[in-house]
Nanobody
Framework: QVQLVESGGGLVQAGDSLKLSCTCS????????MGWFRQAPGKEREIVAA????????HYADSVKGRFTISRDNAKDTAYLQMSDLKPDDTAIYCC?????????????WGQGTQVTVSS
């Protein structure tokens, strides 16, 4: 069973940067498509970004394009979300997720989430 653990959340000010990490265990990380999702209070969960097995294909939500970058290091079984120029609207719980086969929905494995709070 794939297990995912996020880290790197916190409280920052608008315009700051933050990097989230998601470490995978009990799975073949290099065969997994990785995604980052977020859910703000009172809102539905939305996909933020996704990356294919070797990193050659990525997807971003329109709201984060040009500000967030998803990446992965298969040697470290870790995916990352580099967030720049953060805005108060980026405040949410961020979860990483994994699935087999490319897709931006219907992920099978989820981390517990990490809180990101952006103050104005």
């Amino acid at each position: 069973q794939v297990q995912l653990v996020e880290s790197g959340g916190g409280l920052v000010q608008a315009g700051d940067s933050l990097k989230l990490s998601c470490t995978c265990s009990r799975g073949t990380f290099s065969r997994l498509v990785m995604g980052w999702f977020r859910q703000a209070p009172g809102k539905e969960r939305e996909i933020v970004a996704a990356i294919s097995y070797a990193g050659g294909r990525t997807h971003y939500a329109d709201s984060v394009k040009g500000r967030f970058t998803i990446s992965r290091d298969n040697a470290k079984d870790t995916a990352y979300l580099q967030m720049s120029d953060l805005k108060p609207d980026d405040t949410a719980i961020y979860c990483c997720a994994a699935r087999y086969g490319w897709g931006i929905s219907e992920y099978n494995y989820w981390g517990q989430g990490t809180q990101v709070t952006v103050s104005s």
